[in-house]
């Protein structure tokens, strides 16, 4: 009889014991063996606190296969379930947290994005009560997607490329506790298309360990995530857990191949941007070794000011610059 399926999540499917198979094939064949661990969805958490215990241990430097809900935690199951009926106590399930071996309160982390695996459904969602436009909505509604290939499938006469990347990713705070569908200087709640393959994501770390964790993997999003959904996936995520160096932030930073970009979140856009602009002009003058008027202006003629989002309880701005320039 062929090996059954396992349900990681609605969704993602794995024969049964096909890791097993290979890995003993391999063995017998004296094939050189690198096993990725996997961290289970089950264990997540719905806030960041320092209070947090680990779930997870990583070596520094460990490469591991994180298991991700959707952000409803699979409660969305068909179009007639809305925004209303899921608390708000379920929303944005963050696997982890997961410590660190060796990382220190102080240290940046660097979280590397190198696989993310969507599922074959998603859920997007809008309510009176969600997005920038909340109060034009005239009733709730909920559409089911179904991923197909590196196309999402909107409506019978639109797909939509996928660009998935990680909407949650965030360590322990300094103080303070703090939902998951919160963005800080922590992390949490980014919402940033950036934070996708091939990218790699630098927090300020609050406590030993870091105690990262991970979420709300979008199959596709647009700049300002003006509704309050993306294509809301379940996934697993292959990611980089290691300490940066020598690198000093004050909040979140990411890198791509080819940009380098500032996060900041407030609670008006105004502030935000502001914050997001001095973050960057500050790396330029530290990458480039001039004083904070030419960095100003180099920014103000190369980088890019932009919307992470503009529907959490805080908003987001990010602010990017071609890596040639420094």
């Given at each position: 009889?062929?090996?059954?399926?396992?349900?990681?999540?609605?969704?993602?499917?794995?024969?049964?014991?096909?890791?097993?198979?290979?890995?003993?094939?391999?063995?017998?064949?004296?094939?050189q063996v690198d096993v990725?661990?996997?961290?289970?969805?089950?264990?997540?958490?719905?806030?960041?606190?320092?209070?947090?215990?680990?779930?997870?241990?990583?070596?520094?430097?460990?490469?591991?296969?994180?298991?991700?809900?959707?952000?409803?935690?699979?409660?969305?199951?068909?179009?007639?379930?809305l925004f209303e009926d899921?608390?708000?106590?379920?929303?944005?399930?963050?696997?982890?947290?997961?410590?660190?071996?060796?990382?220190?309160?102080?240290?940046?982390?660097?979280?590397?994005?190198?696989?993310?695996?969507?599922?074959?459904?998603?859920?997007?969602?809008?309510?009176?009560?969600?997005?920038?436009?909340?109060?034009?909505?005239?009733?709730?509604?909920?559409?089911?997607?179904?991923?197909?290939?590196?196309?999402?499938?909107?409506?019978?006469?639109?797909?939509?490329?996928?660009?998935?990347?990680?909407?949650?990713?965030?360590?322990?705070?300094?103080?303070?506790?703090?939902?998951?569908?919160?963005?800080?200087?922590?992390?949490?709640?980014?919402?940033?298309?950036?934070?996708?393959?091939?990218?790699?994501?630098?927090?300020?770390?609050?406590?030993?360990?870091?105690?990262?964790?991970?979420?709300?993997?979008?199959?596709?999003?647009?700049?300002?995530?003006?509704?309050?959904?993306?294509?809301?996936?379940?996934?697993?995520?292959?990611?980089?857990?290691?300490?940066?160096?020598?690198?000093?932030?004050?909040?979140?930073?990411?890198?791509?191949?080819?940009?380098?970009?500032?996060?900041?979140?407030?609670?008006?856009?105004?502030?935000?941007?502001?914050?997001?602009?001095?973050?960057?002009?500050?790396?330029?003058?530290?990458r480039r070794g001039c004083?904070?008027?030419?960095?100003?202006?180099?920014?103000?003629?190369?980088?890019?000011?932009?919307?992470?989002?503009?529907?959490?309880?805080?908003?987001?701005?990010?602010?990017?610059?071609?890596?040639?320039?420094?």
């Amino acid at each position: 009889m062929p090996p059954k399926s396992m349900a990681l999540h609605k969704g993602l499917g794995l024969k049964r014991g096909t890791a097993k198979y290979l890995l003993r094939a391999r063995i017998r064949s004296g094939q050189q063996v690198d096993v990725m661990r996997r961290l289970s969805s089950k264990k997540a958490i719905y806030n960041f606190t320092r209070k947090n215990k680990p779930a997870y241990r990583v070596s520094n430097g460990e490469t591991i296969v994180v298991e991700s809900g959707d952000c409803f935690s699979g409660l969305a199951k068909s179009e007639s379930d809305l925004f209303e009926d899921i608390a708000m106590g379920d929303v944005n399930p963050a696997t982890g947290p997961i410590a660190v071996d060796g990382m220190r309160a102080g240290e940046v982390l660097c979280i590397e994005v190198k696989k993310i695996k969507c599922g074959n459904r998603g859920v997007v969602m809008c309510s009176p009560e969600l997005g920038i436009l909340a109060s034009e909505v005239r009733k709730s509604r909920t559409r089911i997607v179904r991923i197909r290939g590196a196309k999402a499938v909107f409506s019978k006469d639109l797909e939509i490329d996928l660009n998935p990347h990680v909407g949650v990713v965030g360590v322990s705070p300094q103080k303070g506790e703090f939902p998951t569908f919160h963005p800080g200087d922590y992390g949490g709640n980014l919402d940033t298309v950036e934070v996708r393959e091939r990218s790699k994501l630098y927090l300020p770390t609050f406590v030993d360990g870091a105690m990262v964790a991970l979420g709300d993997v979008h199959g596709a999003m647009g700049d300002g995530e003006v509704c309050g959904t993306g294509i809301e996936v379940p996934a697993e995520v292959t990611v980089r857990l290691s300490r940066a160096g020598e690198m000093s932030l004050k909040r979140p930073m990411i890198e791509t191949p080819t940009e380098w970009i500032s996060y900041a979140a407030a609670k008006t856009l105004d502030e935000a941007a502001k914050l997001a602009t001095q973050d960057l002009v500050r790396f330029i003058s530290n990458r480039r070794g001039c004083d904070f008027e030419e960095a100003y202006m180099l920014a103000s003629v190369a980088a890019n000011l932009g919307i992470s989002q503009v529907v959490d309880p805080l908003m987001a701005a990010k602010m990017s610059i071609s890596k040639k320039y420094l």
